[in-house]
């Protein structure tokens, strides 16, 4: 499996590659306004109840809740969930494609950094997932007990945080997720197999990061325009 990390040029970006490692970064920091964010569909109020007894540790009463219906109760609960996560996690991001123009806009410092390319079967890449894409805002379906227990909530949301809205579909994008004591991660050396440069990489920073990298078998290129047609081509240096 090949995936590719869109990269500014920054003194961590280099400390990474000489000390091959992946930053994860908390999801909070993501440009995404709906990172994590999905709704409830609870099936009845004794389940509404039993989750807002598994996830606060308290017994609904409205006295309790400053008088809060229990809709509402569930709706803080949801906003402490998600910020939980946004808060907690760790994530590396990934995409299935090197030559998106919009990411090597957004993402690699418009064109002047890098786009980096690892292929592996360790299993520190196979920990993630693709991320998938909807017209719709996730649901998170309770509709009995069983679904309130933590494993099965954890897995249900697992698939939320996998979760994005169409537009950025054309990221194709791939996750990496660990804990927060987890922001750095090593990878085999081996397992970086090539370096693309951006279009308006100063050749003083290609040269920097060609020495830069312990693996002597990275492969190296230069991103290009075809004139042909709206696309980029990669050639070897």
């Not at 990934?94 to 123009?101: A, E, L, N, V």
């Not at 090597?104 to 196979?126: A, P, T």
């Not at 894409?133 to 954890?154: A, R």
């Not at 920097?208 to 240096?237: A, G, H, M």
């Amino acid at each position: 499996m090949k995936i590719f990390k869109y990269e500014s040029i920054t003194p961590n970006t280099k400390k990474n590659l000489q000390e091959s490692q992946i930053y994860f970064n908390a999801p909070i920091n993501y440009n995404d306004p709906y990172e994590g964010v999905f709704k409830f569909h609870i099936s009845n109020d004794f389940l509404k109840k039993k989750l807002i007894k598994n996830l606060s540790g308290l017994v609904y009463d409205k006295k309790v809740f400053s008088n809060l219906s229990i809709g509402e109760v569930i709706e803080e609960i949801r906003i402490e969930y998600v910020n939980q996560y946004l808060n907690d996690v760790r994530v590396a991001c990934f995409s299935k494609r090197k030559d998106s123009m919009l990411m090597w806009s957004h993402y690699s410092n418009e064109h002047k950094g890098i786009c980096l390319e690892f292929e592996s079967e360790n299993i520190l890449f196979k920990i993630g997932d693709d991320v998938k894409y909807s017209k719709k805002i996730p649901i998170l379906y309770i509709s009995n007990s069983n679904d309130l227990e933590e494993d099965s909530l954890m897995h249900a949301y697992s698939k939320i945080v996998h979760t994005k809205e169409m537009d950025w579909q054309y990221e194709k994008e791939y996750r990496l997720f660990g804990n927060n004591s987890d922001n750095i991660k090593k990878y085999n050396p081996n397992d970086l197999k090539a370096i693309y440069f951006g279009l308006r990489c100063e050749k003083e920073e290609i040269e920097k990061i060609i020495f830069s990298v312990p693996n002597p078998n990275v492969n190296f290129f230069k991103c290009e325009l075809e004139l042909d047609e709206y696309k980029f081509r990669f050639l070897p240096l």
